[in-house]
């Protein structure tokens, strides 16, 4: 069975600070998504990573592909309120049409 | 575009009731998904269908069925509700895989509460 284990898996943090999401498997895959989730709402996509080293930058939030192809990051500089949200992983194998999710990050940032 | 919509948004339902969630996606995805989500956890797949008339299980399909007449339209049925199958139904979709990767579109979700 392939996991995708989040750490941590709660974060709670002030406005203005910097934080770090894992997302680490023992699997390599073909790319690797990262969604956010809101409070009453469904996932929705951040960012696809594709190639192993890959680095993707979305405003304030950085994103990373392992080099193995087998983990991920996701680094938020100066979190605002408005990052709140679970953010989960999920990573795309290359023979089946599923994705892979991770447990999920709880985010909670405090104005 | 509306996306992918889902109704009804909520739910309660007796123990050994049936119901239908229904889910229609308005892209021209091939790929269609149901998952649900327990409070604070992630996502487990219960059924997937790569096109009409095409479906299979995913993690947790038992106590579940789905059928896929139309591109648009992947309606999940559960039979004989359990307390066990209280939880947000997601519905999402995605196009071939000629993208790189599986890029998922969600619905807004259902909230089903069995007692």
């Known amino acids: 069975t392939q996991l995708l284990e989040q750490s941590p898996q709660f974060l709670s943090i002030q406005e203005g600070e910097n934080l770090t999401v894992y997302c680490n498997s023992s699997?390599?895959?073909?790319?690797l998504q990262w969604y956010r989730q809101e409070p009453g709402e469904g996932p929705v996509l951040l960012v696809t990573?594709?190639?192993?080293?890959e680095v993707k930058k979305l405003k304030r939030l950085t994103f990373q592909f392992g080099d193995a192809r087998k983990d991920s990051s996701l680094h938020i500089t100066a979190a605002q309120p408005g990052d709140t949200g679970l953010y989960l992983c999920a990573g795309d194998t290359y023979n089946t049409d599923k994705l892979i999710f991770g447990t999920g990050t709880r985010l909670q940032v405090f104005p | 575009n509306a996306g992918v919509t889902q109704t009804p948004k909520f739910r309660i339902l007796k123990i050994g009731q049936s119901m239908t969630l229904q889910c229609t996606q308005d892209?021209?995805?091939?790929?269609m998904y149901w998952y649900r989500q327990d409070p604070g956890m992630g996502l487990k797949l219960i059924y997937y269908?790569?096109?009409?008339?095409?479906?299979d299980k995913g993690e947790v399909p038992n106590g579940y069925n789905v059928s896929r007449s139309t591109t648009e339209d992947f309606p999940l049925r559960l039979e004989l509700a359990a307390p066990s199958q209280t939880s947000v139904y997601f519905c999402?979709?995605?196009?071939?895989?000629?993208?790189?990767?599986?890029?998922?579109?969600f619905g807004p979700g259902t909230r089903l509460t069995v007692t």
């Open positions: 892209m021209n995805h091939n790929y």
């Open positions: 990573v594709v190639t192993g080293g």
């Open positions: 699997s390599v895959f073909s790319s």
């Open positions: 999402a979709s995605s196009s071939s895989r000629d993208r790189p990767g599986n890029e998922q579109y």
């Open positions: 269908s790569v096109g009409a008339g095409i479906t």
